[in-house]
């Protein structure tokens, strides 16, 4: 079988046009006729995102409308752990790819509604949102001329630099397409780093002594002088509310992606997502007491003393010779 594949390959190989690069990567390039997907090389060759996070918004593009895509759901389907699939949602989301809202249904219910943009910059351009369709119908055009006998073997391994054919018009849809309104909206603001209510000299020594020994624990997090500054406001905030040196630390070197293309930008957007709550106090831990209403005291019209009633009237001591002689 091996040998076959082998034939096949030299076989296509031959049919390229011009002279093959003596070094990396050749397409041989066959035509898909059903169950494809088309996706963008913004999102294939995104310079920031991961690779974990560009495997993942490649799946979501080829899911069925109504697929679940939550951080169970793909741990469930991939070998990746939680931490990192809901880190590569969470790159999705920072670049404008994936959106996550929660929506109130019947009867009060809360849900949340996970929408999967295949064109972030085309959107706020205000471009025509096509509803998407359950499977390509019409067959793309043969980019490059492949001999008889590849119809016998699929070849599946290799790849082939493919002539820039004309672009094909993807087949139009029953009903139009809706477009939206045209708006100018910018880019949304980072969020801003978190900063401390005080810093204090202890703070600022014990956050910069942090920072810079990152590059013992993970060598790709090499920080200037400049960054280790802009950044120590965001772990002073981390330690004023009592996060241990090694969670903060863990927190920053685990699963980074590789290689880490932008330091500071990695160590600044976790310091700012993934800041930890304050802790409680003690009084917060103890559950609440009922409140208790005293029966206030009144005074016996018999005898006048004091007794606890809710109403005038008699104490108990004449209420009962009250009842006796009666």
């Not at 090389?41 to 939550?70: C, D, M, R």
């Not at 100018?184 to 401390?196: D, E, H, M, W």
């Not at 208790?292 to 009633?309: D, I, K, L, N, Y």
Request: aromatic share 4%; with cysteine.
């Amino acid at each position: 079988m091996d040998t076959q594949h082998d034939i096949a390959l030299a076989h296509a190989l031959t049919g390229i046009p011009g002279p093959l690069p003596p070094a990396g990567v050749i397409h041989v390039a066959i035509p898909h006729t059903s169950r494809f997907t088309v996706v963008g090389n913004h999102l294939a060759q995104h310079a920031e995102l991961s690779l974990t996070a560009i495997g993942i918004g490649v799946h979501i593009q080829s899911l069925p409308v109504g697929s679940k895509v939550g951080v169970k759901a793909l741990t469930a389907r991939f070998p990746e752990g939680e931490t990192r699939i809901a880190a590569a949602l969470r790159e999705l989301e920072a670049h404008g790819y994936l959106h996550r809202t929660r929506v109130r249904l019947t009867k009060g219910r809360l849900a949340t509604r996970t929408v999967f943009c295949n064109q972030p910059g085309a959107l706020l351009r205000g471009g025509a949102v096509v509803p998407p369709r359950p499977v390509a119908t019409a067959p793309m055009p043969v980019p490059v001329p492949v001999p008889a006998v590849m119809p016998a073997v699929p070849v599946e391994t290799a790849t082939v630099p493919e002539p820039a054919p004309a672009p094909t018009p993807v087949p139009e849809e029953s009903h139009p397409p809706v477009r939206l309104p045209s708006r100018t909206a910018p880019k949304p603001p980072r969020p801003p780093l978190p900063q401390p209510r005080e810093l204090t000299p202890e703070l600022r020594q014990t956050s910069s002594a942090l920072l810079a020994d990152l590059r013992r624990h993970a060598k790709e997090l090499v920080l200037s002088e400049e960054d280790v500054e802009e950044l120590i406001p965001g772990v002073a905030a981390w330690l004023e509310r009592d996060a241990h040196p090694d969670a903060i630390r863990h927190a920053l070197t685990t699963e980074l992606p590789q290689p880490p293309k932008y330091p500071a930008k990695i160590v600044r957007h976790r310091l700012t997502v993934l800041l930890p709550p304050p802790l409680p106090g003690a009084h917060d831990l103890v559950p609440p007491r009922r409140a208790t209403t005293a029966t206030p005291f009144q005074t016996c019209e018999g005898c006048e003393r004091a007794f606890r009633s809710h109403h005038p009237g008699h104490c108990r001591d004449c209420r009962a010779q009250y009842w006796e002689a009666a």
